[in-house]
């Protein structure tokens, strides 16, 4: 089978809310994988997995996402590129390649074990759909820079969007790269911004003062819209703002909250790596079950 998501356009009312209907829908499906996943390994970065599940969902979806993929040949030359910079995210993404379709979703199981495709840092080369090596961040940018020029030389319309983190705007690679999008004039590039205010050392505020962000790309050339990553209709409107612009790159930032969709980790104090016990597994996937 081969199934093409085509390219959305603004919606009448009743259409649009039936795709916000799937978008959620879909949102708890990546949740629910990437909770099997943290449960089949005992661990993970569910905190970031559970926060952007959202905006994957958006991308993502079986119905309704606003990527152009054959899920059943991720190397199609007419796709849309979807590059993960931030390698630990891997979870998250693999839920979402599980929602779509390129992964089997009973693939995901294997997480993290031997010989799975599925390491727990994200790798160009184990796994269908990802389409590079992230986890040395600030790198992906400049590879969407590049994927974009060679796409326009090509004449093909295939879009590139790479997700990266807050973190990730300490990163003068991803200025570099932002700077170079702008100067080509590559409208074919979307950058997303998942801003948890978090990184690695602590609270993005208090490692590396990131804002105003907005301004910041702004100034680089970029249309810059700001949503609520946690809001499917914020998150459309977002992307239609993005879609509409021609003539440079446009970045969607989205605010996230670690942990959503499962309010006693959305409550648990704020950590990079969040710990979950191995008896909250399950306590997760029922709070997840109530929530919705
Ligand atoms: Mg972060």
């Not at 079986?62 to 040949?73: A, K, Q, T």
């Not at 459309?236 to 942990?259: E, F």
Request: include cysteine; aromatic fraction near 6%.
């Amino acid at each position: 089978m081969t199934s093409v998501t085509t390219d959305r356009l603004p919606a009448a009312a009743g259409e649009r809310d039936q795709r916000i209907a799937w978008l959620r829908a879909a949102a708890t499906r990546i949740r629910r994988h990437a909770l099997t996943m943290g449960e089949v390994q005992g661990q993970g970065y569910i905190g970031q997995a559970l926060g952007v599940a959202d905006v994957l969902a958006v991308f993502y979806a079986r119905e309704g996402g606003e990527l152009r993929l054959r899920p059943d040949d991720p190397g199609w030359e007419g796709r849309d590129r979807f590059l993960l910079s931030i390698g630990h995210y891997a979870i998250a993404l693999y839920a979402a390649l599980a929602e779509a379709g390129t992964i089997p979703l009973e693939e995901i199981e294997t997480y993290g074990t031997d010989d799975s495709r599925l390491p727990m840092s994200g790798m160009a080369s184990y796994t269908p759909g990802m389409e590079i090596s992230g986890g040395s961040l600030g790198h992906g940018l400049g590879i969407a820079c590049g994927m974009g020029l060679g796409l326009r030389r090509l004449g093909n319309p295939a879009r590139v969007f790479n997700l990266l983190s807050d973190g990730e705007l300490d990163e003068g690679s991803t200025w570099e790269a932002a700077m170079a999008c702008a100067h080509h004039g590559l409208d074919n590039v979307t950058a997303i911004v998942d801003v948890n205010g978090l990184q690695a050392d602590g609270p993005t505020p208090t490692v590396l003062r990131t804002e105003p962000v907005v301004d910041k790309w702004r100034a680089f050339g970029w249309n810059a819209v700001r949503v609520d990553g946690n809001d499917v209709p914020a998150l459309l409107d977002g992307l239609d703002r993005v879609r509409d612009h021609a003539g440079g790159p446009s970045v969607l930032i989205c605010d996230t909250r670690p942990g959503r969709g499962v309010p006693f980790l959305e409550s648990r104090e704020k950590a990079h790596f969040m710990p979950v016990a191995e008896h909250e597994w399950q306590v997760a996937h029922d709070a997840l079950e109530a929530t919705r």
